[in-house]
């Protein structure tokens, strides 16, 4: 029977479209669907932009946008309405649906869609999309900037920041909003800065100085000092440690407390924060409301979490509880930093990885979303798909409640969510209209994440695996590439391109490993997860049970832990780049090159293959290519001043690949950055002068993969807190420790020194640990070195006078003490007259080191003075009377 154009037919039905795939599910193909509806995406880009320009506005503004967005908006409407022109339109006409090229195909009951004949005359239908568009774009743009503008006044309203800029000591009831955390140890000149807790909260009462209390809310950062001692970990107090001695860092969301504190203006401008509270008395925090049950019951999950992982290994014990629920009280300075130079940093902050491998047991692989419609073990069970999808959804509000709503935590369930609602109802939908909704949602909620990097980084690296990562994985799998080694490279190196302008301007630094670190690591991502996963559910009922499941979950971990260590350690793992958004965009613009120049380079092998042994020598960077093309070091260097900011840390050659190492500096980056680049591999001696945090706090990158003799330090045990630090880190990688006193005198190879202070009972006592500094005179190939730590004007004098003073006479090359600063003997300069003079110091220092009257008072005596503040990382060559100096 033939079929009239002009009478309205149904589409084949799903059932047909599943048969006709000859799979017992269902396929769903993206080109069988239609392409992708991104008509989402720029309502959703024109709300996150608008939200973060008027969190900060004045009220006129953003009233004056919203007022002018829903007038155009209406306008739109109105006239579409009214029947005017259509701008772009597409002709439909019953029973026909529109093709590629804008013209319209019929639908055949029982066939595929055909081109109709012209004959049919049926008055057309037009859809008069992009001014439909424009006016939701304009609305959207309305609600953003009312949005926008509340959460901005929240910060201006009550009476916080009045009293904030007033510095104020108040008493106040605030509510713990996050989960307290640690400040990073750092040196502040020759100390380690106190490490303090971090707490976000609200206030919500305030008492004023006549009693009267007034209620408010007010977002606060709040700072507890520390105190608690100095045990702990790799750069000052652990996190464990701490929290051992703290009842601060034990407090959980919701929980209400009563503190008296001083306010402050907060330190950013256009930051989430209405003043800093910082605590009077940090003590105990006096609690005044306890946290709500969901918050206590997530509290007791992370804590049986953290129970079951201590028996772990270092590494699997510090990164387990970040894989799983964001927790990183454990985790080191040093892992810290591997995984931030490797790219790995999103592994330790919970994202939609963790929530999406969890649905993926649940509702199927991600990957297949948008092919499969159903798989995972629900329909296995025979689970209806509005079950599932109740299921997901509790899942989904568990997995925030546990892990905190972090911004990449609430992207994920956003989307996750829109992705179930349209599971409930049993219809596909593309993953990238539903980012876009998860995006509009979230910025609309919380206009705060427009300004978040980490909700940026997040919505980039989800986009780049919805968009980049399909195409390229096709492309690498049409080039004979197998099909899982190719999905894997093209999601870490899609996620990698989009990701990785943001990233140089947080850390002003690109990653050369991120992709092969993230594929090697990839892996053991899931596994580790799921486990960790089992393990937080199962630690309240049976612990025993949850530190097997830990157990098997730490082989995974450790091996993520070893990827971002050994990537990290390459030489050229990294480059330093422009940490602006001027550099953002040159790093995209050369992202894009390098991408239109790898198509074209994928049709020749042989120079695929040129170009990657390139990058792989750049990487590794072998040192006798790396001396050939740099200059560093230089051929028969005796003695490196390396660049460490303000601070010392020093080499002496003993051979190829092998040094003595005097002070560590401040930075156990740049210490190991330093030695990496002077090829030392072999340390039989690490004298630490004394114990200043500027010369030891480094000593961890020293140790880091190295083999170390023994580490000899200074008799005069101050401060405390860095001499327990120092023993910890020799105690955990096996390194005796030994004393120096005046009169040792040692031989390594060609190299030979001797202790010239301090003696083995000085008397008087020194002033200070300054004045306790090891003193070495050294001498290598025909040189003579003077290494005089920080040593101040008595104890250069007592040096002088000792037993050793007749032996310094007219030395080669003089390490000048403390930095150069001016508490400088000037008989000690006249008598050591040093051809060359080297000072260690940071530029820009608060100090002013090096004083020009020493520098004046060293030149005068004939020496050469070179900074490393102004010549970077020096070395010294030469042999007897010909001496030289080169820099890096």
């Known amino acids: ?268 401008d256009g930051d989430r924060i209405a003043a800093v509270l910082r605590v009077r008395d940090p003590a105990v925090p006096e609690v005044v409301g306890q946290p709500t049950a969901a918050q206590r019951l997530a509290g007791r999950l992370r804590g049986g979490l953290r129970e079951a992982t201590d028996g772990l290994p270092a590494d699997a014990r510090a990164l387990l509880p970040g894989l799983v629920v964001g927790d990183t009280s454990r985790i080191t ?214 530190k097997v499941l830990a157990w098997c979950a730490s082989w995974p971990a450790g091996w993520i832990a070893d990827v971002a260590r050994t990537g990290a350690a390459l030489p050229g793992a990294g480059v330093d780049w422009p940490g602006s958004w001027t550099g953002a965009a040159l790093l995209a613009l050369a992202t894009v090159v390098v991408l239109l120049a790898g198509r074209r380079l994928l049709r020749h092998p042989w120079w695929c293959g040129v170009c990657g042994a390139l990058l792989l020598l750049v990487v590794l960077q072998p040192p006798p290519l790396t001396r050939v093309v740099t200059g560093w070091p230089p051929p028969g260097w005796r003695f490196a001043m390396c660049d460490v900011g303000q601070g010392d840390a020093t080499v002496l050659s003993v051979g190829e690949g092998t040094g003595v190492v005097v002070d560590a500096g401040p930075d156990p980056t740049l210490v190991d950055r330093c030695l990496r680049t002077l090829g030392i591999t072999r340390i039989p001696l690490v004298v630490l002068t004394h114990y200043h945090a500027d010369h030891v706090a480094g000593l961890p990158g020293v140790l880091r993969g190295r083999e170390v003799g023994a580490i000899e330090t200074t008799g005069h045990e101050a401060p405390v807190d860095q001499v327990e630090f120092v023993r910890r880190e020799a105690a955990a990688r096996g390194v005796p420790l030994t004393r120096a006193a005046a009169g040792e005198e040692r031989r390594t190879g060609a190299l030979s020194w001797q202790v010239v202070w301090p003696p083995a009972h000085p008397v008087p006592a020194p002033e200070g640990p300054n004045d306790a500094s090891v003193t070495l005179l050294v001498r290598s190939a025909g040189l003579r070195l003077l290494l005089l730590g920080d040593l101040e004007p008595p104890a250069q004098r007592a040096l002088l006078r000792s037993p050793a003073g007749a032996l310094l006479d007219g030395v080669d090359v003089l390490k000048v003490a403390h930095h150069g600063s001016a508490y400088q003997d000037p008989e000690l300069i006249r008598r050591a007259a040093p051809r060359l003079a080297l000072i260690s110091c940071g530029e820009d220092n608060p100090y002013g080191h090096p004083a020009p009257g020493t520098v004046a008072a060293l030149r005068a005596q004939g020496a050469v003075v070179l900074r490393t503040d102004e010549d970077g990382a020096l070395a010294v060559v030469g042999t007897g009377a010909e001496l030289a100096v080169a820099g890096d």
């Open 333 to 546: 300075p040093e892992l810290d930093e591997a995984f931030k130079e490797t790219d790995l940093a999103h592994t330790l902050a919970v994202s939609g990885s963790n929530l999406t491998i969890i649905l993926a047991l649940l509702i199927g692989p991600p990957g297949l979303a948008q092919r499969v419609e159903r798989r995972g073990l629900a329909p296995r069970l025979g689970i209806s798909l509005r079950t599932t999808a109740l299921l997901g959804g509790g899942l989904t509000l568990a997995f925030v409640v546990v892990c905190r709503p972090d911004p990449s935590v609430l992207r994920a369930a956003a989307c996750g969510t829109v992705a179930l609602l349209a599971l409930a109802t049993g219809r596909r939908r593309s993953l990238v209209p539903a980012l876009a909704t998860a995006v509009l949602l979230l910025v609309l909620y919380d206009p705060w994440l427009a300004r978040s990097y980490g909700f940026l980084l997040s919505v980039l690296a989800t986009g780049a695996l919805l968009t980049l990562a399909p195409r390229w994985s096709a492309a690498l799998r049409r080039r004979r590439v197998p099909p899982r080694l190719a999905e894997a490279l093209a999601a870490a190196a899609a996620a990698q391109a989009l990701c990785a302008p943001v990233v140089a301007v947080l850390s002003a630094r690109v990653s050369l490993v991120a992709v092969p670190c993230n594929l090697l690591a990839e892996f053991a991502i899931a596994p580790a997860t799921v486990l960790g996963f089992a393990a937080l559910a199962t630690a309240p009922l049976a612990m025993p049970v949850a």
């Open 1 to 268: 029977m033939s079929h009239d154009a002009r009478t309205p037919v149904r589409a084949p039905s799903r059932a047909a479209v599943h048969a006709a795939s000859g799979s017992r599910l269902g396929t769903s193909h993206p080109r069988q669907e239609g392409p992708t509806d991104l008509r989402l995406v720029p309502p959703a880009l024109a709300a996150w932009g608008t939200a973060a320009l008027m969190l900060d506005a004045p009220s006129v503004w953003v009233a004056g946008a919203a007022a002018v967005c829903l007038v155009a908006a209406g306008v739109l409407v109105l006239v579409r309405r009214g029947g005017g022109p259509a701008g772009h339109a597409t002709v439909l006409r019953p029973g026909s649906a529109p093709g590629r090229d804008g013209a319209a195909r019929q639908a055949s009951p029982a066939g595929p869609l055909k081109w109709p004949r012209r004959q049919d005359t049926a008055p057309p239908v037009r859809r008069t999309w992009p001014r439909t568009s424009v006016a939701a774009v304009l609305l959207c743009v309305a609600a953003a900037a009312v949005s926008a503008g509340l959460h901005g006044a929240d910060l201006r309203r009550g009476p916080v920041p009045g009293l904030a800029r007033e510095y104020a000591t108040v008493t106040a009831e605030v509510e713990v909003t996050a989960d307290p955390r640690l400040t990073r140890p750092r040196v502040r000149g020759n100390h380690m800065a106190p490490t303090s807790v971090l707490i976000n909260a609200d206030v919500r009462r305030v008492e004023e100085a006549d009693g009267a209390a007034v209620v408010t809310r007010a977002p606060v950062l709040m700072i507890v000092d520390g105190g608690w001692g100095a045990s702990g970990g790799a750069d000052g107090p652990s996190p464990s440690a701490v929290s051992r001695h703290s009842p601060w860092l034990r407090l959980l969301p919701s929980t209400r407390l009563r503190v008296t504190a001083r306010l402050a203006p907060s330190l950013a």
